[in-house]
């Protein structure tokens, strides 16, 4: 189920300083997609992904990410996805798998930054969450949930995932200096 924040601004105006995109072709539309297209990709990407259940993702914006991510990771600060898997003890959980909250202008600037659509972008960041709620963690795992997150990328058709492009941002690894020699 998509929701969308009542308070939030589905197509603000464009940004005063010009975004550099990519390249002309891959240019594509930042307005905020249809809640049945992500409603057909939540299906499609939940059946991928394997988690049974109802999986609701409410649409929203920055303000209300940083106010659930200082809620509950503790971290006042925005983010583009946080994931809420249900409580397996709780009554009714096996109808429900959890919940997503992703923020629309993040997405819309990453998308930007990217060069693809906004649509693509929460279509990146719905499947992130949902390995999420599937229990995998890359802060935490060797990388299962890179390689999965990866592997599902090219299934669904979709480009360089969040986990990809912050190993991208930061760099490779680099090389300790060699101790020079005594002759």
Known sequence: MILLDPDLDPDPPPPSTSVKRKSAANSSDLSLPTARTLSR??????AAVGIPGQVTVL???????RSL???FRRKNKATDVLSFPVDATALGAEDI????AISVPTARRQAAGQGHSLSTEIKVLIL?????????DHEADTGQMARREQFLRAKLRLP??????AAVKKGPTPKPAAKAKRP
């Open 41 to 46: 990709f939540l299906s499609e990407a939940q």
């Open 59 to 65: 649409l929203t914006s920055d303000q209300m990410l």
């Open 69 to 71: 991510n200082r809620r």
């Open 97 to 100: 798998a959890g919940d997503l």
């Open 128 to 136: 992130h969450g949902l390995l999420h709620l599937a229990g995998y």
């Open 160 to 165: 360089l995932g969040l986990i990809e492009r």
